[in-house]
Every structure is written in C-alpha cells, then in structure tokens.
C-alpha cells in the first residue's frame, strides 16, 4: 500500500510527512528527490535503544541510494537532553565531514529528533534534516513542525526545551512498523498527543477525530495496522494546518499554541522529584504523555469549574484517558498551591500572566489568559492522589 502523504506548508517551504509501513527500506530513493544530488554525507542521529532490524534497514537502504552514511548514536533521556549532547553530536558530524549540502537524519523518539534537528539548526548554521520518528509521540508531534530544543538545569530543576531553534525538515517519514517494538507504556504516552490533538482538532480540519478516537480507542490500543496509519495521518494533519497558520507560535489567539493543552499542568507535575504514576509503573518518573494525560483532566476541570464548559467533557475525557491505559491517579503529588506556583513559572507565561488552553466543547479549546486561580487549582485537585 503506497504511504499517506499529508503536507505541512510552513512560510514559503512545503514538505510531506509520509505515513506508512515498511517505509525505513525505502528511506533512501525517498531521500533522492528531497534532497537533491548536491548531498553526498548522511549522518544518522539514532536512539541507542533502537532495534538493530530497525537501524539496519535505514542505513542499507541510505547506502543503496549512493549516500556515504555515518552513524551517531545518541542515549536518549530527559536527562542527557542537553548542549552537552548537541556539542558531542556536533563534533561527530564535524568529525565526519559533513558539509553544508550534506544531511542529518533523525531515527529515533521526540528526544532523538528534538536534539538532532538543533544540531542540524546549528551545524555550520543549518543543514537539513529529515525525521524519522520511532515513537507515536514523535509521529504524531514532536518531528512535525520544527521545533527543536534542548533542556536546562538551573538551580536544581529542569527547565524542558528551554533552549533551541525553530528548524523545519524536508521529510519526516512515519513507519508504522517501527512502533512494533515500542513498549506499551510508551505507546500510550504517545497516545496522550492524540486525545490533546481530538481535544483541539474540530477548529483545524478535522471535525470529527474526537468521536473517531474514542469508537476506535480498542483497535488502535491493539495496534491494528491500518487503524494506526489513519490515527497518525489524521493526528499529523491537524498539527500540520496549526503549524501552517502560526509557524512561530504568535497568534495570541490560539494558533499553535493551542498545543499546548495540558502542558502547563503536566510541566509543572512532570519535572516533581518524587512524583510516580500510580499502578503497575511502579517508582519510576511520569512519562511525559503520562503528565500529559493528568493536565488533559487538570484542564478539563478547570473549563467546567469557570463555566467554560460542560461537565461532560470532564467525564468523557477523563474515561477516554483511564481507557488508553493513561494514568489518572499519582503518588507524591504536592498540594495545589505548589504546583500553581510552578505553572506560574512556565516559559509560556508572558509578562507574568499566566496562559492556559481550554477546552469549551469536545473537539474545541481555547486560550484563556490569566485563568481564575480558583479553577486552576480544581483543576489540579482534580488529579487523584495516593
Ligand atoms: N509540541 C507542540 C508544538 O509543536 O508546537
């Protein structure tokens, strides 16, 4: 079956977003027409985690095409999400001699193709990139859109893509099967995008994606071939007519910062020391589509609580959430007032107002300056605690 192709236009620039199977084989002729006969080097920025079946297949069929590949492997964590990890990888692309003709390619999750797409905004100030992304969440987010970043550690906290570069790829290529090794804990991470995406969606092309989402919730957690191709498509497309109508993020209105949904809760929540999804998880960090999935019922709440909206909304996004899987409830989750105080601080807050993104209606959200504190914080009570 020939790949989707949805296409992002961002300023004078358009480029295809591929959605398929067994795409990774075929990387190489992809590059040919994308990237021209002027590139020689490819250097492949790749997840140390990956499967090898994976790599493997990138780099043949790069070579096959004619391309002198190198290989950068890079130990994707929050943690090593740092300059110190672009400086390394820019030395290896120097190493390696690329020029500025030459290309990057990221294989790999959000943090793989975050931190190879600055090092690509950086090298000899720009060359191109192409994302590959492995995870659901890089399918259907992070590689879409050019935003590129790293974080910074400033008295102790972790300040998460505080620094970076807008840098928009030639390709992005999403190959269904890569996700077959994701864990499912991952998967349902990256799942948390897609509600925020149906949570949005019905403004930006697709009418229709919540009610689809949420009839298909079943398939979709079994992976089912054909179901996934369409949640990424149709998840890609909706990103893509925001990044289209608000590259930069500017529209004080709500462009793309309608993104954003649930993020100021779930950063303020995910960089808590000491703060674990309740459940099978056991001690161990929130993912950030975890923390993601707690800010969708934060905001929720918060939208019913200002009469913004209705209380269904609350409980269908809230079930929507405990069916994928997502976690509703935490351990070691400080008292609201704490966590205001870190929202405060997002680097979305402009002059000190706080900005959130809620939702009005199942398939439509909106940016509400300075909030009521009061509704934030039933917002953030609104997160079971253990
Ligand atoms: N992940 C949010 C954005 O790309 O704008």
Same mark, same amino acid.
């Given at each position: 079956?020939?790949?989707?192709?949805?296409?992002?236009?961002?300023?004078?620039?358009?480029?295809?977003?591929?959605v398929?199977?067994?795409?990774?084989?075929?990387?190489?002729?992809m590059?040919?027409?994308?990237?021209?006969?002027s590139?020689?080097?490819?250097?492949?920025?790749?997840?140390?985690?990956?499967?090898?079946?994976?790599?493997?297949a990138?780099?043949?069929?790069?070579?096959?095409?004619?391309?002198?590949?190198t290989?950068?492997?890079?130990s994707a964590?929050?943690s090593?999400?740092?300059?110190?990890?672009v400086?390394?990888?820019?030395?290896?692309?120097?190493?390696?001699?690329?020029?500025?003709?030459?290309v990057?390619?990221?294989?790999?999750?959000?943090?793989t193709?975050d931190v190879?797409?600055?090092?690509?905004?950086m090298y000899?100030?720009?060359?191109?990139?192409?994302?590959?992304?492995?995870?659901?969440?890089?399918?259907?987010?992070?590689?879409?859109?050019?935003k590129?970043?790293?974080?910074?550690?400033?008295?102790?906290?972790?300040?998460?893509?505080?620094?970076?570069?807008?840098?928009?790829?030639?390709?992005?290529?999403?190959?269904?099967?890569?996700?077959?090794s994701?864990?499912?804990?991952?998967?349902?991470?990256?799942?948390a995008?897609?509600?925020?995406?149906?949570?949005?969606?019905?403004?930006?092309?697709?009418?229709?994606?919540?009610?689809?989402?949420?009839?298909?919730?079943?398939?979709?957690?079994?992976?089912?071939?054909?179901?996934?191709?369409?949640?990424?498509?149709?998840?890609?497309?909706?990103?893509?007519?925001?990044?289209?109508?608000d590259?930069?993020?500017t529209?004080?209105?709500g462009?793309?910062?309608?993104?954003?949904?649930?993020?100021?809760?779930?950063?303020?929540?995910?960089?808590?020391?000491?703060?674990?999804?309740?459940?099978?998880?056991?001690?161990?960090?929130?993912?950030?589509?975890?923390?993601?999935?707690?800010?969708?019922i934060?905001?929720?709440?918060?939208?019913?609580?200002?009469k913004?909206?209705?209380r269904? #909304?609350?409980?269908?996004?809230?079930?929507?959430v405990s069916?994928?899987?997502?976690?509703?409830?935490?351990?070691?989750?400080?008292p609201?007032?704490?966590?205001?105080?870190?929202?405060?601080?997002?680097?979305?807050?402009?002059?000190?107002?706080?900005?959130?993104?809620?939702?009005?209606?199942?398939?439509?959200s909106?940016?509400v300056?300075?909030?009521? #504190?009061?509704?934030?914080?039933?917002g953030?009570?609104?997160?079971?605690?253990?």
């Amino acid at each position: 079956m020939n790949p989707q192709a949805v296409h992002v236009r961002a300023g004078e620039r358009v480029y295809r977003v591929l959605v398929g199977t067994g795409l990774l084989a075929g990387l190489g002729e992809m590059l040919l027409p994308v990237v021209g006969k002027s590139a020689r080097k490819i250097l492949i920025v790749l997840d140390d985690n990956l499967p090898e079946l994976c790599v493997q297949a990138c780099r043949s069929s790069v070579e096959a095409a004619g391309f002198d590949v190198t290989l950068a492997t890079f130990s994707a964590s929050e943690s090593n999400k740092r300059l110190a990890a672009v400086e390394r990888l820019l030395e290896r692309t120097a190493m390696s001699r690329l020029d500025r003709n030459d290309v990057i390619v990221a294989l790999g999750g959000g943090i793989t193709g975050d931190v190879a797409g600055l090092v690509a905004a950086m090298y000899k100030r720009g060359v191109r990139v192409i994302q590959c992304p492995t995870t659901l969440l890089a399918m259907v987010d992070a590689s879409v859109g050019g935003k590129t970043g790293v974080n910074l550690l400033v008295d102790g906290a972790l300040l998460k893509n505080y620094s970076g570069a807008f840098h928009q790829p030639e390709l992005v290529v999403a190959s269904m099967d890569t996700l077959d090794s994701l864990p499912q804990r991952q998967f349902r991470a990256g799942l948390a995008e897609c509600i925020k995406h149906a949570m949005i969606s019905a403004d930006w092309g697709d009418g229709d994606l919540w009610e689809w989402t949420e009839a298909r919730l079943d398939s979709i957690l079994d992976r089912e071939p054909e179901t996934l191709t369409e949640l990424v498509a149709r998840n890609v497309a909706v990103k893509a007519r925001l990044v289209e109508a608000d590259e930069r993020e500017t529209l004080a209105s709500g462009g793309r910062s309608l993104l954003n949904l649930g993020h100021t809760f779930a950063h303020a929540i995910e960089t808590l020391p000491g703060v674990f999804p309740d459940g099978d998880a056991g001690r161990t960090s929130l993912l950030h589509g975890e923390a993601v999935a707690l800010g969708l019922i934060a905001a929720s709440e918060a939208a019913v609580f200002a009469k913004f909206a209705d209380r269904s #909304i609350l409980d269908r996004v809230r079930s929507v959430v405990s069916r994928a899987g997502l976690p509703t409830t935490v351990r070691g989750l400080p008292p609201a007032k704490e966590i205001l105080t870190r929202m405060a601080q997002d680097k979305k807050a402009i002059a000190g107002t706080m900005r959130l993104i809620l939702p009005v209606e199942l398939g439509r959200s909106r940016v509400v300056e300075s909030p009521p #504190i009061d509704a934030v914080l039933a917002g953030i009570d609104a997160i079971d605690r253990r």
